[in-house]
């Protein structure tokens, strides 16, 4: 039998009257990248603090790599590895002498804490950058040296908190191939992130948390199977955005939609290319002609959209950043 | 895996000391790395030295007459001492939230260290700060007057139990940066209790002329006995005749108040550490 890398029941954490956590609970494998998605405010950053021992929860319980967190905390800190929002390093400190204070913290000698120091820098491609104090580097070095930090206790749940945020997309790719590489070597990883793109590209699995309750949980595929299929977008001239939304409705049926604010229909397609093939018989005989057209699967967004019901006015906000 | 059964619920006294070593040093390293801390630690002190000195000098001085050599910089060092440890310790409560807003404190708590290195690390290193400050207010000391009458043995006697006085109140401040959790606001707040403390004492002048009301807290308060203390080693006889105290007893009354701070208020402050969310 396995131990869960992570297993949480019925965490509920409150400031006062905000009640960032609301009964969570959670549990998975070891050996893949749990990705917990939600908005700002949602939770995450709450979950992975009361995981990592830094907040006690006002109730529940929690175990990482099979060490009750509440009762043995000590213990856990040697299993588990966090990276936070900021990048916790020490700007006056060269990024080898930032590593080796960790290394000497979690108890390995000077030689040992140097061998594993170089080690994580080599693997976070900062070797070039060792000997040099940490306010001569990127925005992009700091987190990759923040990430260093956080693998240098080898620990068995690494848990970094919006890991991309901040950084510029070649950064961000960086750190998504070497995310990959640790789980390839036995690490367990549990990362929050507002980018749902994120979380498609690299998590195994995916909870998705809002109001500081987990309210769905499964593989990408499987969130995105709940969509039920494809979906036909299309936009048309606004003159013509009634005639369209009639035709269309009179056709094909409910479920249609409109975005205001990405001018944008949507037509539900379960079966595929065969609704595409309908609207645009559609608008033929209407003799409409949309100003563009295009078939696509669900995406994150999608059912993010969906199940945290924050609507169509979210869905530009969130259309504009991924 | 077995390793669940295992029940380690702290860190050991020997970890501890060892995590503290690693965390002195780191801060340590800050110090010599910026500067301006050492500089601005030292340059303040020496101000209120020179001010002091020459706008009271004085009339202070015709006060005191012929006493320690008819120089006022001699009562007026020791006393600049002592305040020179208050001051510094502030620099305990700004470091401390420091960290905490940069997400350092953070990273710390989620390793497997010793709950106390933290704090210890960071008193520790700012007592060695104020040690090389208080060496360096003697030497700008010496070069305006200060002949040390009790000898340098004795001067730097006196400093080291004044750097302690100064590790005592940085416990104090750690507890307020904890507390407070911005920079700007531990400096503020840092500064309060020691306005009272510095003026109500004999840094200045001898509280002989404070209202009565005043003159038995200004008597008894460490800031008064440290300062007394260091004036009784470095000045020597010639001002431990006019104390009632002995300088025995001067000394062990100012290791009273810096066991009695640390035992407070370090305390106080590992557990709001344990407790403290950035």
């Known amino acids: 039998m396995s131990t869960a890398a992570v297993r949480a029941e019925g965490v509920i954490r409150h400031f006062g009257d905000v009640k960032a956590l609301n009964g969570v609970s959670i549990e998975f494998e070891p050996g893949m990248i749990y990705g917990l998605l939600g908005p700002n405010g949602a939770g995450k950053t709450t979950l992975i603090r009361v995981l990592t021992t830094l907040l006690r929860p006002d109730a529940g319980t929690a175990h990482v790599a099979g060490v009750d967190v509440l009762a043995n905390p000590t213990e856990a800190r040697r299993r588990l590895g966090l990276a936070g929002q900021s990048a916790a390093v020490d700007e006056f400190l060269t990024g080898e002498e930032n590593l080796h204070m960790i290394g000497r913290l979690y108890g390995l000698s000077k030689r040992d804490a140097r061998k594993r120091a170089d080690e994580v820098l080599e693997r976070m491609t900062l070797t070039d950058a060792a000997n040099r104090q940490v306010k001569t580097y990127s925005g992009g070095m700091r987190r990759r040296l923040d990430l260093a930090a956080s693998m240098v206790g080898r620990p068995e749940v690494l848990f970094l908190d919006e890991p991309t945020t901040g950084i510029d997309p070649g950064s961000r790719i960086d750190i998504w191939g070497l995310m990959a590489d640790l789980v390839d070597d036995g690490t367990t990883i549990l990362m929050t992130t507002q980018y749902l793109e994120e979380a498609d590209q690299l998590a195994d699995r995916v909870g998705v948390i809002d109001d500081g309750i987990l309210i769905a949980e499964g593989t990408a595929d499987e969130l995105k199977d709940e969509m039920g299929g494809s979906i036909v977008e299309l936009s048309v001239r606004d003159a013509d955005l009634e005639n369209t939304l009639g035709a269309l409705t009179s056709a094909l049926g409910a479920g249609i939609s409109f975005d205001a604010g990405r001018k944008l229909i949507s037509v539900p397609a379960p079966n595929g290319p065969l609704e595409l093939m309908a609207v645009s018989r559609t608008l033929d005989a209407a003799s409409l002609i949309p100003t563009q057209l295009e078939i696509r699967k669900p995406t994150l967004d999608d059912v993010f959209l969906k199940i945290t019901g924050n609507g169509e006015s979210a869905s530009t906000a969130a259309g504009g950043e991924s | ?278």
């Open chain 2, 1 to 278: 895996m077995t390793t669940s059964l295992v029940h380690t619920r702290g860190v050991g006294l020997k970890q501890a000391t060892r995590d503290t070593g690693i965390i002195v040093k780191r801060n340590a390293m800050r110090n010599v790395r910026i500067p301006q801390l050492v500089l601005f630690a030292t340059v303040q002190p020496v101000m209120f030295l020179l001010l002091f000195n020459y706008v009271f000098g004085g009339s202070i001085g015709l006060a005191l007459g012929d006493a320690y050599g008819g120089k006022y910089i001699n009562y007026l060092l020791p006393g600049m001492l002592v305040q020179t440890a208050l001051f510094s310790s502030i620099q305990t409560a700004v470091g401390l939230t420091e960290d905490l807003a940069a997400g350092v404190i953070d990273r710390f708590r989620s390793l497997p260290i010793a709950r106390s290195a933290v704090l210890a690390g960071r008193t520790l290193a700012d007592m060695t700060r104020t040690l090389v400050v208080m060496t360096l207010l003697l030497a700008v000391g010496f070069l305006v007057g200060f002949d040390a009458p009790g000898g340098l043995l004795r001067t730097l006697a006196g400093i080291c139990l004044c750097a302690l006085f100064g590790f005592s109140m940085s416990w104090v401040m750690a507890l307020v940066g904890l507390v407070v959790k911005t920079p700007e606001a531990a400096n503020s707040a840092g500064f309060l209790p020691l306005f009272p403390l510095m003026f109500a004492s004999s840094i200045f002048v001898p509280p002989e002329t404070l209202p009565s009301w005043m003159k038995g807290f200004a008597s008894n308060q460490p800031v008064t006995v440290l300062s007394d203390t260091l004036r009784g080693l470095i000045l020597g006889d010639e001002f431990l005749a006019t104390q009632s105290r002995s300088l025995s007893e001067l000394i062990l009354y100012s290791l009273f108040w810096i066991g009695a701070i640390i035992a407070v208020f370090a305390p106080l402050a590992v557990r709001k550490y344990r407790r403290t969310v950035s």
